[in-house]
Structure formats: C-alpha cells, structure tokens
C-alpha cells in the first residue's frame, strides 16, 4: 500500500523479551507473555531461540502435550525433527514453518538434528476459537522453497508465511484468526509501508538491527516487540531502517473469548483445562 495519505499505526509499548529454559533446558527469549495476552489476542505467545552453543539447545523439546491452540514454528538456522502421537514425522529446515493444530489433543517432540552451528527461530502460539478448540488436530511442514517472496516497490524483501500482502498471498491461511505472518528484510536506508486490516492487533519483532516503527518513527531495537496501536483510522505500520533490519509483522483478529491457560492446555474455563490435564494423564489425547 503506497497512496499519500497512508496512516501509520503508532508504538503502543516496546517489549523487551525475559530470558526462559523451556523443554529439556533450551534457552529462550520469552517475549510476548501471559500478560499480554488479551491485548495482542488471537496471539498467546511468541519465543525466540538463538544460539551457536549446542548446550542450550541439545537436548531439545522431548514428549509434550498441546490441547486448543496452534503452533507456529519458524526456523531460520538449523534442523529440527518433528514427532507426534497422530503420526506425523518431518524435519524443519532453515527457512521452513511448522504449522500444527493441536486442537483437541496432541503429544509431540521437537529435538534438534545438529550438534554444533547455530539453532535460531521462532515459536508463535495462535488460540482456537472455542468451537474449534477440540478439533481433530493437524499438522504441516513448509519448506522455505513453497514460501512466496517478493521485492517491494521499494526494495525490501517480504517473505510471506500467512495472510496476504500487497496483492500477494502468503503460504497459508487461517480461518478466525485470519493470521498476517511476514517476514522482511528492510534495505540500508529502507523505507515500506504495509496494510493491516482494521481491527487486528499487531506487532513488530525487530530480530536484527534497529528500525523505526509507525508515523512518529519510534525506534526499536533488535530483540524488542513494539505493540501497535489500533488507532482506527490508520491504514497499516511505516517502517524503516538506516542500516537494514530483519523482523517480523504479525497481525491477527481478536476472537474475543476467555482465556484459560495451564502451560501447554490453552481452554476457556477453568474446568475445560482441568479436563484436558485429566484426559491427558489419562492417555485420551
């Protein structure tokens, strides 16, 4: 989108990701958390792993269940195997997505097929809308060759993992939530606005470089989560960068619904999750 008038969403709050272990001892930056998680709804939470030291990373995500959301696993360096009860095996490659719905039970593992190099991406957390939330679950691997890219008009490229943009339609698409998931590289001096449906919370994750985000220029600095504003007039987000920039947008429709979390179940009552917690222990997933 490049007409005259475009209206930039502004920074509503920057974010700075909190430092977690997660799995069996894989090192974490936490960055969007419980707290946010009504304001940025339909999203639930977003991890980055970065790291070339094969001690954070070795030994993985071993056996673990899920119930009501989806997973969105992006990798950008490194190999992970894929497992689960449903009977799906793949290997996540640089560049590729994971896309899994957990729906109404699923028990996977997530080990690292490397020993040494640099492990670095992305888990993104998406919730189900209540009458989906015991969905027979799904899974799907996208290698980064059936990812669409494209070189904007002003010469950033955009990788597009969900939604579509500027005319171009992402790899996937998601009812409900009807997820924006790009993934730019802003040039040297780079400068791009791009549309955002009204209505869906949004965010920025700078994951290299700085940029400055919205119309007042707000800068954001590599590992830092800029919350946009839903002003309702505005059109979209302005970014752009003096030294070049990698990050990623990400946009969402609210659903609206009462969030229930215990760890890896993700209900709408306190009794939905304490059923899934029993039929889990109880070997119904």
């Known amino acids: 989108m490049k007409h005259a008038d475009f209206k930039s969403r502004e920074v509503e709050r920057l974010v700075t990701g909190t430092p977690v272990s997660d799995g069996a ?8 958390t419980a707290e946010l998680q009504h304001r940025l709804d339909p999203f639930l939470m977003l991890d980055e792993f970065r790291s070339d030291d094969p001690d954070d990373y070795l030994a993985g995500f071993p056996d673990h ?14 190999r992970m195997r894929h497992r689960d009860n449903a009977g799906n095996e793949g290997l996540l490659t640089a560049g590729g997505v994971q ?9 996977h593992s997530e080990l690292p097929e490397q020993e040494d190099g640099l492990m670095h991406g992305f888990q993104l957390w998406v919730n189900l809308p209540a009458r989906n939330k015991l969905a027979e679950p799904g899974y799907r691997d996208i290698p980064d060759a059936e990812i669409p890219r494209y070189t904007s008009a002003s010469g950033n490229a955009i ?79 302005t970014l752009q960068s003096a030294d070049g920039a990698r990050l990623l947008l990400i946009a969402g429709r609210p659903l609206g619904e009462p969030i229930a979390q215990w760890g890896p179940f993700v209900m709408n009552s306190r009794d939905e999750v304490e059923q899934a917690i029993d039929d889990f222990r109880n070997g119904r997933f």
């Open 65 to 78: 269940p899920h119930r009501g959301f989806e997973t969105v696993t992006y990798m950008l360096d490194g």
């Open 159 to 237: 990788k597009q993992i969900a939604g579509d943009s500027d005319g171009h339609a992402g790899a996937v698409h998601r009812p409900d939530t009807e997820p924006l998931y790009l993934d730019l590289t802003l040039a040297v001096g780079g400068h791009e606005t791009l549309a955002i449906p009204r209505g869906h919370n949004a965010f920025v994750y700078v994951y290299q470089g700085e940029a400055q985000v919205g119309g007042r220029g707000q800068t954001v600095r590599q590992q830092q989560m800029a919350v946009l504003g839903n002003q309702p007039a505005a059109d979209g987000v």
């Open 25 to 32: 001892g894989v090192k974490l930056s936490r960055v969007l």
């Open 99 to 107: 896309w899994m719905t957990a729906g109404r039970g699923i028990v």
